[in-house]
T-cell receptor, first 113, second 115 residues
């Protein structure tokens, strides 16, 4: 069984650019959540999607957006990148929404220069 | 919103000793509490979780306890081994069965087990 897969694994972007990160959940899982993890801190919730609908949004600016596709894969988009957006972006897959086990992908390490 | 506090931030023990990490949460509606282990440069891995209708859960050397009244939960690792060295995160989430699965994480505990 394949776990949660994310692409790319590493990315370097320049301030002001746009980035798209991708996530494929575990087969059969309908919920995908995105988290930002800054070095030395716990993951911070960005979005949750369940059955292709946004079900939760964290305290992030409108430069961050996401969507979920019919096959339950997901994209996270960040516009007008800032240096402070440099972080590990984690995708978590779960069977349903709240209260069920969430399994993380290996993350995308984004560096903004 | 939910706020999760985790202590200590660092914990150093000798191999074979026990380690205890404690977390408190603020939202009484939270009733799913997972613990994750994250090794350097790797993904967080779920090691154990507990739901609010259970006071304690054990899996080999790892146990978690939950006190709903006091709104705190703890991770206990017995007979620690060097491979237990990692960052441990507690988290809290909303009501099972809903579609809002936001996990609020603690700040993490760096556990070092010395041989």
């Amino acid at each position: 069984d394949a776990g949660v897969t994310q692409s790319p694994t590493h990315l370097i972007k320049t301030r002001g650019q746009h980035v798209t990160l991708r996530c494929s959940p575990i087969s059969g899982h309908k919920s995908v959540s995105w988290y930002q993890q800054v070095l030395g801190q716990g993951p911070q919730f960005i979005f949750q999607y369940y059955e292709k609908e946004e079900r939760g949004r964290g305290n992030f600016p409108d430069r961050f957006s996401a969507r979920q596709f019919p096959n339950y894969s997901s994209e996270l988009n960040v516009n007008a990148l800032l240096l402070g957006d440099s972080a590990l972006y984690l995708c978590a897959s779960s069977l349903e929404g709240g209260g069920t086990e969430a399994f993380f992908g290996q993350g995308t390490r984004l560096t903004v220069v | 919103g939910e706020n999760v506090e985790q202590h200590p931030s660092t914990l150093s023990v000798q191999e074979g000793d026990s380690a205890v990490i404690k977390c408190t949460y603020s939202d009484s509606a939270s009733n799913y509490f997972p613990w994750y282990k994250q090794e350097l440069g790797k993904r967080p891995q779920l090691i154990i979780d507990i739901r609010s209708n259970v006071g304690e859960k054990k899996d080999q050397r790892i146990a978690v306890t939950l006190n709903k009244t006091a709104k705190h939960f703890s991770l206990h690792i017995t007979e620690t081994q060097p491979e237990d060295s990692a960052v441990y995160f507690c988290a809290a989430s909303g009501t099972p069965g809903t579609s809002y699965g936001k996990l609020t994480f603690g700040q993490g505990t760096i556990l070092t087990v010395h041989p």
